[in-house]
């Protein structure tokens, strides 16, 4: 077969389609003397005279080609042929033919793209700009999905969640940051003015780039601030929002101690505790992998002689609800020493684990630190956390799917019956500006994934519990453990979910008050609305004050009598600012919990919107049905600690 030939099958293929350039710079008088049967791109040659010309056309528009060459329209005339070596028979890749035909096909002999060119270069122009935007993360990272031949292990890669979608085959690698060079005010703390190498590990640099934009956040003295913060959070608002013993006890505290130069401290103080966990070999970054915990649990704390029963009560109502999923109850190392007890718990299917690295602080109320570490030591990955003394309506496992918290980080709170007050330093430890868009969180109930936010969740629960462990200075800002949270999410700036509903109040009409609502449970909502209600019902009854309660006259029947809430009661709804909710002392009650309008309330909110105390038994769906006779029967009391 001759040269010829073998290059009409491998280049000329007879279905092969071919566009048509036209050099428009020709005059329409030359275009018309063209023979219009020649075609450009002729999959075969023409048959040629001996004379060397194709029959009927001139041999000065078609000359034939010699022995060894084949022909192809000029890229600048299609109506000219060229004629080319034949390529050798060699592997297309290698070919130069090849390649200088490709570059013909992408530009003109006059250096201008063709259509393909022009094709290839908007491509090129689009993944450059993709690449160097850092398109797909809030920080101006690159991320870069690796292949299966990868040289880096599974321990360098931690996995990026977008929305309620989980990339379980598929991980999501951080390209290492550019982190710019701390301010001045750290050297103090932190010489280099850079985070530790220890942070250089593909394993953390989405954290470190959030480190060290929270370090790059203002640092302002309260003087400095103010102005910012009485605009975001007004003063006429605030100071009836803000919870009124933290005010008073710790106001002096947030504008005198709390200086530009502490602020610098504790944010390095912050770094510190992320530091010294790696250097000590552990993990920081939730896993999917089991490292730091797999599938859901419930995890409580309890150990004193009250917090123990009410445990069991707990365990027994959730048994109770048809809850099957697993329970560890943690505890300090010298509680829950009484063989009797452990045993009742071991025999309802939970698990006893002693809380590590936390002991006990003598001489506090309460000993809230546990809380922040059962979270972290719990061997669950997706945790529903529950107090000793909230007990679900019915089954709360459905919260693993809700909405909110597969679309919110994997994180879900319940808001508390207050606000943070401008005044407050936790603005300026965290650099923020004052914002009344949040109420404080009530931390009875939370449900979280440690490996949610690409691992950082189980990061911000760590720095939530080692700021419960430095509680004297920590508490002042947070009012306990439940703010902890809240203010170690924005840490990270990191997203999580809020129960839609605000808190309710849940109790009794005092008889010794002539009737008056006596709250001692905060009555917590659902994070859906379920088939057949009109918004999310109630959900979680956290008892809080039941505790300090008076009993006389109490008892099974009258306890669980009637709910106090805001006739819209949405959590974001900004008439709330003007709700008032407090705890006052009830005559022969102790410690109730009540709710109502700001005097200075606008009467054009009052016109639509007002608090109301209902019977239990008109809550919509009957959630409260047979609800207090099966809590006194596994074992709930009043009174106790």
Known sequence: MSSTSGVNKRNHLPNQKHNLHIDLSYSPSSLGILNPNIRARSPSFSRTTNKGEREGESS?????????????????????????????????????????????????????????????????????????SGTGDPNGMILRRPSTTSSLSNEDTYIQE????????????????????????????????????????????LLSSKLNDFLHRPIQSHDEAKEDNYEGCPRELSDKLVNPDQYNGDAQFWIETVTAQEI???????????????????????????????????????????????????????????????????????ELTDRGQRDEIEALGATLREAKGLEKVSGVWKNWQIKGLALVQSSFREILYLDSDNVPLRSP??????????????????????????????????????????????????????????????????????????????????????????WAFRILDIPFGVSPRWMSALGVKNGYEGGRFCGHSVLQHDLDTPEGFTRPPPLFVHSNLLKHLGSSGLGKGNLFTHIRRMSNDYASNPSLNYAHSWVYMGQARGMCLDLDWHDHTPQEIRDVEWPETIS??????GVFDGFEDIWFEEGGRIGGW
Request: aromatic residues 10%.
């Open 60 to 132: 000065e528009l078609l000359p034939t080609p010699d022995s060894g060459t084949f022909a192809l329209p000029s890229p600048s005339n299609p109506f000219v042929y060229e004629f080319l070596p034949s390529p050798p028979p060699i592997s297309p890749i290698t070919s130069g033919t090849r390649r200088k035909r490709w570059i013909r096909k992408m530009i003109k002999r006059n250096f201008h793209p063709t259509p393909l060119g022009y094709a290839i270069l908007m491509i090129l122009l689009i993944s450059l700009l993709y690449t160097f």
């Open 162 to 205: 977008e929305g309620d979608q989980e990339l379980e085959e598929e991980e999501i690698i951080y390209e290492k940051p550019v982190l710019k060079e701390l301010p001045s005010i750290y050297s103090e703390y932190i010489p280099s003015l850079s985070l530790s190498n220890i942070f250089d590990n593909p394993t953390y640099h």
């Open 264 to 334: 610098a401290s504790r944010r390095a103080g912050v770094i510190r505790w992320l530091e010294d966990k790696l250097n000590n070999g552990e993990e920081i970054i939730g896993r999917k992998d089991g490292r730091t915990g797999e599938g859901r649990g419930i995890v409580l704390t309890g150990g004193n002689q009250d917090t123990t029963l009410r445990t069991i009560t707990a365990i027994k109502h959730l048994r109770r609800l048809g809850v099957d999923l697993p329970i560890e109850v943690f505890h300090y190392s010298d």
């Open 397 to 486: 496992v459905h919260l693993f799917d809700s909405p909110i918290y597969k679309s919110n980080g994997r994180a879900v709170f319940w808001p508390d019956l207050s606000k943070d007050h401008p005044d407050n330093a936790i603005w300026r430890l965290v650099g923020d500006t004052c914002s009344l868009d949040l109420w404080t969180f009530e931390s009875g109930q939370i449900v979280i994934d440690k490996a949610g936010n690409s691992g950082l969740n189980l990061v911000a629960l760590i720095i939530a519990s080692e700021m419960m462990n430095e509680r004297g200075f920590w508490f002042h800002m947070c009012g306990g453990d439940k703010d902890t949270f809240r």
């Open 616 to 621: 239990v038994v008109e809550e919509e769906g």
